[in-house]
Nanobody, 115 residues
Framework: QVHLVESGGGLVQAGGSLRLSCAAS????????MGWYRQAPGKQRELVAS???????YYANSVKGRFTISRDNAKNTVYLQMNSLKPEDTAVYYC?????????WGQGTQVTVSS
């Protein structure tokens, strides 16, 4: 089992920044990928950014150049630095970890960007 705890969400004005954190505990070896998804009201959950073992990263086109995903292995934590936030970034952000064939989710953290 992998347990994920997210933090760092909140209310910010357009153009502002937030940093989300996701601390992993439990059976955390052999993790294949760590990433962030988001779900806005009435929309499907979408992948925002991910870190794949080996160091490859993926970003959704809508966040490229504004968001950065990183990982601190010593703290078993993955971060999402979000800059130049836009109202359309408003959503619940979820941390996701893939270990083997299993995926694990955090509880979600709300990000609200006001115009």
């Amino acid at each position: 089992q992998v347990h994920l705890v997210e933090s760092g969400g909140g209310l910010v004005q357009a153009g502002g920044s937030l940093r989300l954190s996701c601390a992993a505990s439990g059976i955390i070896f052999s993790i294949n990928a760590m990433g962030w998804y988001r779900q806005a009201p009435g929309k499907q959950r979408e992948l925002v950014a991910s870190l794949i073992s080996g160091g490859n990263t993926y970003y959704a086109n809508s966040v490229k150049g504004r968001f950065t995903i990183s990982r601190d292995n010593a703290k078993n934590t993955v971060y999402l630095q979000m800059n130049s936030l836009k109202p359309e970034d408003t959503a619940v952000y979820y941390c996701n970890v893939v270990r083997g064939t299993l995926g694990y989710w955090g509880q979600g953290t709300q990000v609200t960007v006001s115009s």
